[in-house]
């Protein structure tokens, strides 16, 4: 499990019991990955989101999310993976008012699993209104925006790399993403510093 969890960023360096398994995972990861096409200055694609509603799963599509707006999307490998629960999303629920006075309209997390898994996460993590939750169950806009990543080889699917975009009208301004086994630009605090 811990060369699994060094796949989401969770080696703290060479001192891991298992530091080669995750040179060899983050490696793989890496290297089956596909090179990030988006870069500033592009239109972020068009796409559909799945995000939980009162009344059950609702769609949501980029132009309703990113339209006259400014937007920082960030992504995770998954919900309640270790970084992703312990640090990457309650960075942004903790500064949730922090990026409403730095003129961010929608700060929103998005991940490759169902909506079911989104919302549970979302109750578990006390998110609230301060962020906004997109499942990207197929990982359709992860690939359309080059930042997939392929973890089949430990069972994993199809995932999106750690990242962070600030997004303004539909513009990407910024593009963070995260090397192999890092959590560092796509921090909350880290965008913050962006704005």
């Excluded at 949501?60 to 999310?65: K, S, V």
């Excluded at 996460?121 to 930042?147: I, P």
């Excluded at 993403?177 to 909350?188: T, W």
Aim: glycine content about 10%; aromatic content about 8%; proline content about 5%.
């Amino acid at each position: 499990m811990d060369g699994l969890a060094a796949s989401f960023g969770e080696s703290t360096g060479a001192t891991q019991p298992n530091d080669c398994y995750y040179r060899d995972l983050t490696t793989y990861i890496h290297t089956r990955s596909i090179t990030m096409t988006i870069k500033a200055g592009d239109k972020m694609p068009s796409g559909t989101f799945t995000i939980p509603g009162p009344d059950g799963p609702q769609k949501l599509t980029t132009d309703q999310l990113f339209a006259g707006k400014k937007v920082v999307l960030f992504s995770v490998p998954g919900a309640f993976t270790p970084t992703c629960d312990a640090r990457h999303l309650p960075g942004f629920i903790q500064h949730a008012a922090d990026f409403k006075a730095k003129g961010v309209d929608t700060v929103a997390c998005m991940a490759v699993n169902d909506v079911f898994v989104m919302k549970a996460w979302a109750k578990a993590s006390a998110v609230e209104e301060k962020v906004l939750m997109l499942a990207d169950g197929n990982a359709e806009y992860s690939k359309a925006l080059g930042l997939e990543l392929d973890a089949s080889g430990f069972g994993m699917g199809i995932r999106g790399k750690r990242f962070a975009h600030v997004v303004d009208n539909g513009v990407v301004k910024q593009v963070l993403v995260e090397g192999p086994g890092e959590f560092k630009v796509s921090s909350a605090e880290h965008v913050l510093g962006q704005l």
